[in-house]
């Protein structure tokens, strides 16, 4: 840590600084292991931010085959683990367009709670009261001041960094390991591309 980012608020359980799409790729995969059926994860940041990537890995962490794309349309999508793994199911929403209140209400999320992790982007304000275990995870891609006013984030092209914190919203969380963990993701990940670069 430079520290140069500016202070971590008090409330913030972990803040950690991705470099590109695929470290928040790693970093949802490391956060797998320190969830549970009954968690509910609340995605926060702008079009682009890293959300539905930053899921992705989630999935891959969990073991779920089928590939996690942005629910934008559907609205909510559910991927089973590997049978067997013994993992919760990955419940997938995107709550852009919905309202909060009978909207979301319609998608019965509690009762998708008793054996899945549900995971909602732009949940904000509208799913926390639905679980008493929530997790609330920031994403930020500090180069948004580089975005043309006609733009959005999603505009910026290519690897950039991506501040995410971890803020407990209910329950009790405790992430201590999971940097940790996400580094020796990381670790691994540069390993194996050193290891396909030698082997040209
Ligand atoms: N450090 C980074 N972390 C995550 N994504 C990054 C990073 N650097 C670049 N990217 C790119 O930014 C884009 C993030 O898109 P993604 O769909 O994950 O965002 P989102 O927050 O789900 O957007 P939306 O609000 O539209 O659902 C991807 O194209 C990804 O490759
Ligand atoms: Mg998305």
């Given amino acids: 840590m430079t520290g140069d980012t500016g202070k971590p ?3 913030a359980l972990e803040n950690i600084e991705t470099k590109s799409a695929e470290e928040t790729r790693l970093l949802g995969q490391a956060l797998a292991e320190f969830l549970d059926a009954g968690d509910l994860v609340i995605l926060e940041g702008e079009l682009g931010a890293g959300k539905t990537t930053f899921t992705q890995g989630l999935g891959a962490g969990l073991g779920v085959k089928q590939r996690v794309t942005s629910p934008t349309f559907i609205i909510a999508r559910t ?8 993992k919760p ?35 904000r304000g509208k799913v926390e009261d639905l679980s008493a275990h929530t997790l609330l995870i ?10 043309p006013v006609t733009g959005t984030i999603a505009d910026i092209p290519g690897d950039t960094n991506c501040m995410a914190t971890f803020r407990s919203v209910s329950g009790n969380w405790n992430l201590s ?8 993701l990381v670790a691994a990940a ?3 591309v050193e290891t396909d670069d030698t082997e040209e």
């Fill in 89 to 123: 199911q990955l419940v997938h929403v995107d709550a852009y367009r919905l309202e909060g209140g009978d909207d979301v209400d319609a998608l019965d999320l509690e009762s998708a709670l008793e054996n899945s992790i549900v995971v909602v982007e732009w949940g």
């Fill in 177 to 184: 390991g999971v940097k940790e963990a996400w580094q020796s």
């Fill in 9 to 11: 608020q008090a409330s």
């Fill in 190 to 192: 540069n390993a194996a």
């Fill in 138 to 147: 920031e994403l930020k891609r500090p180069q948004t001041e580089e975005i």
């Fill in 79 to 86: 991927h089973r683990a590997e049978s067997g793994s013994g």
